[in-house]
């Protein structure tokens, strides 16, 4: 049995559950989200608590009985709680801002790149523009648009300067190895 998917979730009160054969849709007061599971297995709700199940033993269900589990527990916690994410600008002069929805990034370019967010995904900057913090209820969009984010100028190892997630570890090079000169 799948250590993940035999664990119930349980429901929040102010959550609200509608399950359709192999569609559910979750609403809460971050939101409102649904999903279609694989055939495989099926969720069954009773009173506070979601349990979800597979057909058989096969592969396949295996494989798709902790993944369900976790899609739904996840969709539960985003439309009560929310999901935040927060990234990190190294480098001098990096800074970033908020303009009206979309975020403003000077990393070093031309140009300042800006970034829309998708619905339901709100950005805020913390620590005078050198912290982003992405919160949203669906955390499938809230990582994909982090590392969007963090694609426009990735953390290089020679001096560490670029955009990282909050505990992320770079690992630095040493730089070029002098000969002693010409002669």
């Known amino acids: 049995m799948s250590r993940i998917g035999k664990q119930p979730i349980t429901v929040p009160a102010k959550v609200q559950i509608t399950i359709n054969g192999s569609s559910i849709s ?12 694989p055939s ?7 009173g506070d608590i979601l349990t979800v199940s597979r057909q058989d033993d096969s592969r396949v269900c295996r494989q798709m009985h902790g993944l369900s589990r976790s899609l739904v527990s996840n969709m539960v916690e985003g439309v009560s709680q929310g999901f935040q994410r927060k990234l990190q600008l190294q480098g001098v002069g990096y800074r970033a801002q908020v303009k009206g929805k979309d975020l403003v990034l000077n990393v070093g370019y031309s140009h300042p790149v800006e970034i829309t967010p998708p619905d339901g995904v709100q ?3 913390e620590d005078k523009g050198l912290t982003i913090v992405v919160t949203g209820y ?6 994909n648009i982090t590392a969007k984010i963090r694609a426009v100028r990735p953390p290089e190892p020679y001096k560490g300067k670029g955009i990282r997630h909050e505990n992320e570890v770079v690992r630095r ?3 070029k190895a002098g000969k002693g000169g010409k002669k």
């Open 26 to 37: 979750v609403k809460g007061p971050k939101g409102e989200l649904s999903r279609e599971l």
């Open 40 to 46: 495989e297995v099926s969720v069954v709700q009773e």
């Open 138 to 143: 669906n955390k499938e969009v809230v990582g």
């Open 173 to 175: 090079k040493a730089g």
């Open 123 to 125: 950005f805020a900057i």
